[in-house]
């Protein structure tokens, strides 16, 4: 399981835009009713975008990798890490959860969201080999405290209440993920709802062209702003060198 993690962790980056083209193959659909199907697909990816933004927003660990391989520059038990150890998982995994349900495919929602948790599954064991391997006794006592999964709800008022939500690191860090799932699901709505059957028409897709160009505006901005900040620290640095 561990090497296959570690493959899927080298990988991970290549499957999502495979998982997005299956979510408008012609498969058998879960219902002819979309509407309480986008709204329940609508609200665990949100609930799923929040956990995202709650853990990168108080407490964020590099554990992202480095040269494509599980790395991770300490042992982070604050924020929702105190809760669950692996919330960003989570995160990602309800947002596959509810992108599957709002492409209404029985496919996606049957194969694709047990093949990624699996996916997860194996990219967790990766990470806590390595874990294990890099800090011992305090790995185990930390895993032996807090579950892989199911969060862990006692003290989380404490929680927020001690770590302050930092909403531009938010915006910086989440910006990509924000704009591709977002996009996504008003294209899997328009795809549902007016597309299927019907001819492209600026009156009839008004509002969905103004939802991307808003959400495409909302990911240039946060992008400028990100490498403009970034350019400011380099030459910082520099002249302080």
């Known amino acids: 399981m561990v090497k296959l993690g570690n493959f899927f962790f080298r990988t991970r980056n290549y499957l999502f835009?495979?998982?997005?083209?299956?979510?408008?193959?012609?498969?058998?659909?879960?219902?002819?009713?979309?509407?309480p199907i986008f709204i329940t697909g609508l609200?665990?990816?949100?609930?799923?975008?929040?956990?995202?933004?709650?853990?990168?927003?108080?407490?964020?660990?590099?554990?992202?990798?480095?040269?494509?391989?599980i790395y991770a520059e300490g042992l982070v038990t604050d924020g929702l890490f105190s809760h669950c150890r692996n919330?960003?998982?989570?995160?990602n995994i309800l947002l596959v959860i509810g992108m599957s349900i709002l492409s209404t495919?029985?496919?996606a929602v049957l194969v694709m969201i047990p093949l990624f948790i699996f996916i997860y599954e194996a990219i967790?064991?990766?990470?806590?080999?390595?874990?294990?391997n890099e800090y011992g006794s305090g790995f185990d006592v930390y895993s032996s405290n807090v579950n892989r999964w199911i969060p862990k709800l006692q003290g989380i008022g404490k929680t927020f209440a001690e770590n302050d939500f930092n909403l531009k690191k938010?915006?910086?860090?989440?910006?990509?993920?924000?704009?591709?799932?977002?996009t996504g699901a008003v294209l899997l709505f328009a795809y549902n709802t007016n597309w299927l059957g019907h001819t492209l028409t600026l009156a009839n897709d008004f509002y969905y062209i103004v939802a991307?160009?808003?959400?495409?505006?909302?990911?240039?901005?946060t992008r400028y702003f990100k490498k403009k900040e970034r350019r400011q620290r380099r030459k910082a640095l520099s002249e302080q060198s």
Not at 17 to 34: K, Q
């Open 17 to 35: 835009p495979v998982f997005y083209i299956i979510l408008f193959l012609p498969f058998p659909r879960i219902s002819e009713n979309y509407t």
């Open 43 to 69: 609200c665990i990816a949100l609930i799923g975008q929040l956990v995202r933004m709650l853990t990168i927003g108080m407490v964020y660990i590099v554990r992202g990798g480095k040269n494509r391989r």
């Open 87 to 91: 919330p960003m998982y989570v995160g």
């Open 105 to 107: 495919s029985m496919f």
């Open 124 to 132: 967790v064991r990766a990470e806590e080999a390595y874990l294990r």
């Open 170 to 182: 938010v915006a910086y860090k989440e910006y990509n993920t924000s704009f591709i799932w977002m």
């Open 212 to 221: 991307i160009g808003l959400l495409t505006i909302f990911y240039f901005t």
